[in-house]
């Protein structure tokens, strides 16, 4: 039998509507928080996530 659990959010860490196996493998995958309403970019290997950081956007100087 394959393992398998839930994706937790990265920011409240409540169960998101995501179910990985021990063989999936995700990258730059937008994960949805339905309870914070947060997107964040992830990867998955091997059940092991990691949060991807984007720089926030910075206004443009004239």
Do not use: H, Y
Not at 22 to 46: A, H, S, W, Y
């Amino acid at each position: 039998m394959v393992e398998s659990k839930w994706i937790l959010c990265p920011i409240c860490q409540n169960k998101t509507r995501i179910k990985i196996r021990g063989d999936t493998m995700l990258q730059n995958f937008p994960l949805f928080c339905p309870k914070c309403k947060q997107e964040t970019l992830i990867n998955v290997r091997q059940l092991n996530i990691s949060v991807i950081k984007e720089p926030d956007a910075q206004t443009q100087s004239r």
